[in-house]
């Protein structure tokens, strides 16, 4: 019946008026009861210049040292990867170098045994030496040997054309 009312007592106001609306807001609507929608909002203060500064720099400075830290760790990760690369290179070349070693300690050995049994420089021109005065000996002996030889062919050739009977010794 309030609405009813209204909407005659507004037709007779625009009736005198010209075309002009107002807006307006009766007694009813505004002791009309609202629902509870809990307790209000508590209203955030606006960052000042200040303080937005301070949480910007203290973001930031972490964000950085969060990628620094990152970057660290996988250079660090990097370098130990490299120096665990040269360690298990240098063990390799060691264990080469370890085995040319054994190699030559055994062919000094073998070198060392060697020179022991052969003979030096002055062994062999001494056993020349002797091996030329052998041979002169034997070369000497031949001689006198053949010399004989022909002294009895000699003597030989006498008894059968002499018919003698001495033979020399």
Known sequence: MSAGLRCIAATSRSAWRPATRTLSTTSILRNEVTPNLGPS????????GFRGGIVGFLFGFSLASTFAAYQLLEE????SAA????VEELKLSTETI?????????????LKALS???ATKEDISRLKTELKKIYDGLHVEFLDLRTHVWGMQQDLQALSKKESTQVRI
């Not at 909002?41 to 000042?48: A, C, H, S, T, Y």
């Open 76 to 79: 660090y990760q990097q370098a």
């Open 116 to 118: 022991g049994a052969s």
């Open 41 to 48: 909002p508590v209203q955030k203060r606006p960052i000042g």
């Open 98 to 110: 370890s085995s040319h070693i054994r190699r030559i300690e055994a062919v000094e050995k073998d």
């Open 83 to 86: 120096l665990q690369s040269s």
